[in-house]
């Protein structure tokens, strides 16, 4: 089964971008999968920011995500990325990408992002 890895999360300034990548152990990225970015705010629910589409290459965003923050996947470097734009103190939280495969949906352990003021 693959294990899906988040990475590229740091400390911050407000206003800065980032990139955070996701790749996976134990398998690989193939055909239908889908990859979705979520992220969990300090005392606050997990929520989705958005999905793409391995082959398809399809993405959708949470409404209130939508504008700052950017799916994209790298086909040969077997990879997705999730850039942020123009982070704010609120934007602070551990950063997770889940793969479903076959049906079933695979978590990494998460990136923690800070982001100063």
């Not at 300034?13 to 996976?24: E, M, N, P």
């Amino acid at each position: 089964q693959v294990q899906p890895a988040e990475s590229g999360g740091g400390v911050v300034q407000a206003g800065d971008s980032l990139t955070l990548s996701c790749s996976v152990s134990g398998g690989t990225f193939v055909g239908d999968d889908m990859v979705a970015w979520y992220r969990q705010a300090p005392g606050k629910e997990r929520e989705v920011i958005g999905t793409i589409t391995w082959d398809a290459d399809s993405r959708h965003y949470a409404d209130s995500m939508r504008g700052r923050f950017t799916i994209y996947r790298n086909y040969h470097e077997n990879r997705a990325w999730l850039h942020m734009n123009g982070l704010k103190p609120e934007d602070t939280g551990i950063y997770y990408c889940n793969v479903q495969q076959n049906g079933v949906v695979y978590w990494g352990r998460g990136a923690q992002v800070t982001v100063s003021s």
